[in-house]
């Protein structure tokens, strides 16, 4: 699976939209891109995943490159609930569903 | 039950203990996984079942055995633990099938500690 890159923290207003970038350069044409986000002390959440298409669902959207070597998170309206860590995660859609997580964004939403 | 449970919540063990953590989910979803949580190293993969009856190794196996005899059930056991065992455990699963959409729902974790 594609290695992939964020910044270790980032801080956010509470009302305003978050941004969270990832990096996946080496990404493969069947690998698809995954979002987690872990809540203090609790388990790991899905957000969100896509292909190359941009997605969107009730809790955030993902905008992918057309190249498909990064993307981006979009919380639109962070809360104070929103605080967390946040996985992006490359993988092959298979019969093996492992993930692989890295260390991911530590988002700090400020009131 | 709703969801996944594991038990126990918490537990402080002596060094050489056997151990075993308990996850169980009533979803019915075939595929089920272990997974350690460290500071600074993020979640780690430890063992994994695809469907009942099979097994396999993740990332750090070593020192752990699990056993999957049905749906429901994934428990994980420390043979004799050891201080670098302690860690938070998370059990997750997912229902694995054709589609891309493989969501993992994790449990609320089980925090061990090995003195």
């Known amino acids: 699976d594609a290695k992939t890159t964020q910044p270790p923290s980032m801080d956010c207003a509470e009302g305003r939209a978050a941004n969270l970038p990832c990096n996946h350069s080496t990404i493969s044409g069947n690998e698809y891109v995954y979002w987690y986000r872990q809540i203090h002390s609790q388990g790991p959440q899905y957000i969100i995943h896509g292909l190359k298409n941009n997605e969107t669902n009730e809790m955030a959207s993902l905008i992918i490159t057309e190249d498909r070597k990064s993307s981006t998170l979009i919380l639109p309206h962070a809360t104070l609930r929103d605080t967390a860590v946040y996985y992006c995660?490359?993988?092959?859609?298979?019969?093996?569903?492992?993930?692989?997580f890295g260390a991911g964004t530590t988002v700090t939403v400020r009131a | 039950i709703a969801g996944i449970t594991q038990a126990p919540t918490s537990q402080i063990l002596a060094a050489g203990r056997r151990m075993t953590l308990r996850c169980t989910q009533d979803m019915r979803h075939n595929a089920m996984y272990w997974y350690r949580q460290d500071l600074g190293l993020g979640l780690r993969l430890i063992h994994y079942s695809n469907t009942a009856g099979t097994t396999g190794k993740g990332e750090v196996p070593d020192g752990y055995s699990v056993s999957r005899a049905n749906t429901d059930d994934f428990p994980l056991t420390l043979a004799s633990a050891v201080p670098s065992q302690t860690s938070v455990y998370f059990c997750a699963t997912t229902l694995a099938g054709g589609s891309s959409y493989n969501e993992q729902f994790f449990g609320p974790g089980t925090r061990l500690t090995v003195l």
């Open positions: 995660i490359v993988r092959v859609a298979s019969n093996d569903y492992k993930l692989s």
